[in-house]
C-alpha cells in the first residue's frame, strides 16, 4: 500500500470521516490490506458481510431449503460448487476445473 494512500486514509478519519473497504472479497482476506491501512470497517462478499470497526454486524444468509436444493441439483449434474463465509471457503467436491482455480 503506497504511503499516500495510507496518509490519505489517515486524514478522512482525521476529519470524522470513516473509511470503509467495499469489495466482492471475502472478509479473512481483508488481513493484509487492513493492517496496511488501519481500517476497520469493510463491505465484503459483495454486501454479503459487513464489518463496522472490527464487528460483524451483518449476513446475509442463503436459507437451509435453498441450499439443499442448490446443492442437490448441482451434484446431479456433477457440478462442483465453492462456498465462502466470513471465515473460510470450501468446495463440494474436486474437478479440473477446481484444480485450476483454487490449487
Same mark, same amino acid.
Given at each position: 500500500?503506497?504511503?499516500? *494512500? @495510507?496518509? $490519505?486514509?489517515?486524514? #478522512?478519519?482525521? &476529519?470524522? /470521516?470513516?473509511? @470503509?473497504?467495499?469489495?466482492?472479497?471475502?472478509?479473512?482476506?481483508? %488481513?493484509?490490506?487492513?493492517?496496511?491501512?488501519?481500517?476497520?470497517? $469493510?463491505?465484503? %462478499? &459483495?454486501?454479503?458481510?459487513?464489518?463496522?470497526?472490527?464487528?460483524? /454486524?451483518?449476513?446475509? @444468509? /442463503?436459507?437451509?431449503?435453498? #441450499?439443499?436444493?442448490?446443492? *442437490?441439483?448441482? %451434484?446431479?449434474?456433477?457440478?462442483?460448487?465453492?462456498?465462502? *463465509?466470513?471465515?473460510?471457503?470450501?468446495?463440494?467436491?474436486?474437478?479440473?476445473?477446481?484444480?485450476? *482455480?483454487? %490449487?
Amino acid at each position: 500500500m503506497p504511503p499516500e *494512500n @495510507v496518509a $490519505a486514509l489517515k486524514a #478522512l478519519e482525521a &476529519n470524522q /470521516i470513516l473509511p @470503509v473497504i467495499a469489495t466482492g472479497r471475502n472478509y479473512y482476506e481483508l %488481513a493484509d490490506i487492513m493492517a496496511a491501512t488501519g481500517v476497520r470497517s $469493510a463491505i465484503a %462478499a &459483495n454486501g454479503g458481510d459487513i464489518f463496522l470497526d472490527g464487528d460483524h /454486524i451483518f449476513q446475509s @444468509v /442463503i436459507g437451509e431449503p435453498q #441450499l439443499t436444493r442448490f446443492l *442437490n441439483t448441482s %451434484a446431479a449434474q456433477d457440478i462442483q460448487v465453492a462456498m465462502y *463465509n466470513s471465515e473460510a471457503s470450501a468446495l463440494t467436491g474436486h474437478n479440473q476445473l477446481t484444480t485450476d *482455480n483454487y %490449487a
